[in-house]
Structures are given as C-alpha cells and as structure tokens.
C-alpha cells in the first residue's frame, strides 16, 4: 500500500506539519546545547511529495550537493535524507564551528565533516522522536552517511532501493540562522513500500 495525496485528510496533514514542528523545535534546542550558541531553525513548508517530485524541489539534477543520508529502523524503515546545496553546507559549518572562511570547494575535512554528520544526526533523532510520539511508533535512525555529488546522482539511493520514483515522502524545508547568516536545507523521510502501511493506520487513514 502507498501513501498517495488524497489518502490523507486534513487534519491527518496538519499532523505532519506539527510532527515537522515539533521537530524543528526539538533540534533548535539539541544544536543549541551541543553549539553552546544560539540558533535558531523554522520550517515554512512541510509537504507530501511523489518521490519523482524532489528533483523539480532541488532543481538542476547536474547542481552539486551535499547529501547526509540515513535509515531508519523499527517499526517504520527506509531512508532519511538532508540535502543541503554546496555553499550552503560550507555556511553552516560556518555556523556549527564559528568560522569565517568562505571555502566553496568540494572537499570537506574531517571536522567539518563530522559536524555536518552530527547536524544530520541532530535533525534525524528530533523529526523522528517527534514522529514516535505523536504516531505511537518505535523508529530509531542510523549512523549518517555523507557524499558531496549531483543531485540527481544522490536521489539515485533510495530510488533504486524502492525500485521505483512513484511512492511518497514527507518533504520538509528547513531555515537555519545565527542572526547573521540564513542557510536552507531539504529534508526528506523516505519509508519504504512495507512501512507505508504502517504509516497510514498510525495516521488512522483507513484503505
């Protein structure tokens, strides 16, 4: 069974949003305790998206990205991605290790690295929390992975490991700033075929 746009009533979208909320709520704090500054992170869209949509989100399939993908584990399973567009991900190191520099390059070392696996980590941990306690649900996420790549060749992940581009994701755009910089970031949550099911009667959509 797969989520499509006209399963989902309303309210049953307003929770989303207010799982998209409470989220965004809960890793302000989390990159605020670990940062020991203030940031502060809203999300002006949250949508339900069909996978072969994303493209048309992040543009040019050629553009070069960074790309923090996770699984997630439990009773709902599948991919979570945060992609975030080559200078942007070089203005949030900025950010995460009060930094001055403006390197544009590909090459990330391995501090900043880390730091925008953490910040992955951070969003993942708190969107899903956020999902377990609403829905009921028991999901934990992976260890993250990064690659700095084309768009189109990141998407490539999880489309082949669904086998397919027509499924559903829950698509939510973030806005980080320290009050001087303002960086945007997309973030994906990807179930798989098997955890759509799931999904839908946590949301209490019936088939």
């Known amino acids: 069974m ?27 704090t989390a990159l605020a305790k670990l940062l020991n500054k203030r940031i502060e992170m809203s999300v002006p869209r949250i949508k339900i998206l069909d996978f072969k949509e994303i493209p048309e989100i992040l543009g040019d399939p050629e553009m070069l990205v960074t790309g923090i993908l996770l699984s997630m584990n439990g009773d709902l399973t599948g991919n979570i991605l945060f992609i975030l567009r080559l200078e942007a991900a070089h203005a949030l190191v900025n950010i995460l290790m009060s930094k001055q520099d403006t390197n544009d390059g590909i090459q990330f070392d391995e501090i900043e690295v880390s730091a925008l696996k953490e910040t992955g980590n951070i969003l993942a941990g708190s969107y899903l929390s956020a999902l377990s306690t609403m829905l009921n649900l028991n999901i934990t996420p992976s260890t993250p992975e990064l690659c700095v790549d084309m768009a189109g060749a990141i998407l490539s ?3 082949i490991a669904f086998g397919s581009w027509g499924e559903s994701v829950l698509y939510i755009e973030n806005k980080f700033t ?3 910089q303002n960086i945007g970031g997309e973030f994906f949550l990807i179930p798989d075929v098997q955890s759509y099911e799931t999904l839908l009667k946590a949301l209490g959509v019936t088939s």
Do not use: M, Q, S
Not at 2 to 16: G, P, S, T, V, Y
């Open 157 to 159: 992940v999880p489309a």
């Open 178 to 180: 320290d009050g001087n």
């Open 2 to 28: 797969a989520i499509i746009i006209n399963d989902l009533k309303d309210n049953e979208l307003d929770i989303l949003r207010e799982i998209g909320n409470i989220g965004a709520g809960n890793a302000v």
